[in-house]
């Protein structure tokens, strides 16, 4: 079946525009977690769904990022008034649970902030 | 706070080598440790997922290893095969429901 879906795959933005990522997880997956890369190092966890419901999001790094989930399946992140300091691989992930289950990665949506 | 070290942080050995990479963590309340990999511009595919209950898991020439209590896991590579350069990452999932990366270990293996 169909894996993780995440588009745009590549953005260029200009410091200051608002930008929004796409998730489209696996169908039937409860949950549903973004994660930022800085090249060179591991993803680190932004958020979590569990199906609509935002249930952790201590990991965005500022009141300029928001995450929606409204129907429980498809996800946007949004970052607004873009700084170089985003410029990062923006990966989604979901799995049919949470607790022990398997988490299935998308290819990621590489965002260079100019 | 959960922390991940991998080591080496790169490699890179002659095709046909078995080669181990490691991964540490400093809490051992896990639910579960996964092994990715990470080829250039793309994302993650899981390799293998070892629960808090097991001690190792293997698929094809991949062998992974979870000592829970010394907060370690191995990934061995018999074989290895210029195909396999990729980055490796391991994470391990606490009582929380995120992933804790390690910084990976980039390896190349040379024809």
């Known amino acids: 079946g169909a894996g993780v879906s995440q588009s745009p795959r590549y953005k260029v933005a200009k410091r200051g525009q608002d930008v929004a990522l ?50 429980g399946s498809v996800s946007t992140l949004k970052i607004q008034r ?6 990062a691989v923006y990966l989604c992930a979901s799995s049919l649970e949470s607790g022990s289950y398997e988490q299935y990665f998308g290819p990621g949506t590489r965002l260079t902030v100019t | 706070k959960q922390e991940v070290t991998q080591i080496p942080a790169a490699l890179s050995v002659p095709e046909g080598e078995n080669l181990v ?30 629960q808090s209950s097991q001690r190792e898991q293997t698929s094809g020439r991949l062998n992974a290893s979870l000592d ?8 061995y590579i018999a074989a290895s095969q210029p195909g396999d350069s990729a980055t490796y990452l391991c994470a391990v999932k606490g009582s929380s429901y995120k992933l804790i990366f390690g910084s990976g270990t980039r390896l190349l293996v040379r024809p």
Do not use: M
Request: with cysteine.
């Open chain 1, 22 to 71: 796409r998730c489209d997880p696996i169908s039937g997956h409860v949950s549903l977690f973004w994660y930022q890369q800085a090249l060179g190092q591991g993803p680190e966890f932004l958020t979590y769904f569990q199906n609509e419901a935002q249930l952790d999001k201590s990991g965005l790094p500022s009141d300029r990022f928001f995450a929606e989930r409204p129907e």
């Open chain 1, 82 to 87: 873009t700084q170089q300091e985003d410029s």
């Open chain 2, 21 to 50: 990479l490691n991964c540490s963590f400093t809490d051992s309340a896990i639910y579960n440790l996964q092994w990715f990999r990470q080829d250039p511009g793309k994302g993650l595919t899981s390799l293998l997922l070892i």
């Open chain 2, 68 to 75: 829970k209590s010394s907060g370690r896991s191995t990934l």
